[in-house]
């Protein structure tokens, strides 16, 4: 699958996931998938007042002690150190509700409700992404090269990606739930 095909299936999972016609989030007379910002913008609509998420995905630079006074110790070590909860230790595992999930360190949407599925490995797991939330490296801790992926707002580690995820994609985003937040969609 080319980086094309990947982004307007994204775009189209977006649509029909949040329930809004994808010509309504494509830019007027374009092929182009919507871009991060307009995502983010219908984001903010389905979601209950008063929620927050980030507007846009300009990186963000905080120092070791700002982090660390923001952030529950084990999202700190995720987030900052790449560590790992343990599995079916988050409640975002179980999360069925629409809704949106949010980097836990700077509240830039990542995933919406109708990405994510279950695993079965005890981490939330999506299928799919907002298309340009996240920067990649090949992670070889494990000896077995891995895809991690992290934010590109705060730079904070999310988790890890797989070719082993359900269709359209056949890709598993397994993240960290300490590095999520959820906000529910308006009811």
């Known amino acids: 699958m080319n980086r094309r095909h990947f982004l307007l299936g994204s775009g189209a999972a977006l649509a029909a996931g949040a329930g809004i016609a994808s010509a309504q989030l494509r830019r007027t007379g374009t092929e182009a998938p919507p871009t991060v910002r307009e995502l983010q913008q219908h984001w903010r609509d389905l979601l209950a007042p008063g ?14 002690a700002e982090w660390r006074s923001l952030l529950s110790p084990l999202a700190y070590d995720v987030l900052r150190h790449e560590g790992t909860e343990r599995p079916w230790s988050s409640p975002l595992d179980a999360e ?21 599925f279950d695993s079965g490995t005890g981490w939330p797991s999506f299928f799919t992404t907002i298309p ?12 077995v090269p891995r895809t991690e992926y992290h934010c590109v707002k705060c730079g904070g580690h999310q988790g890890h990606v797989f070719d082993d995820g359900p269709q359209p994609t056949g890709l598993r985003y397994c993240n960290d739930g300490v590095a999520l937040r959820f906000i529910p969609a308006r009811i």
């Open 96 to 116: 069925k509700r629409g809704g949106v999930f949010a980097c836990a360190g700077c509240s830039l949407a990542l995933f919406s409700s109708a990405m994510k």
């Open 51 to 64: 929620a927050r998420i980030a507007g846009d995905a300009t990186p963000i630079t905080r120092t070791d």
């Open 132 to 143: 340009g939330v996240f920067a990649t490296k090949v992670d070889t801790r494990l000896i």
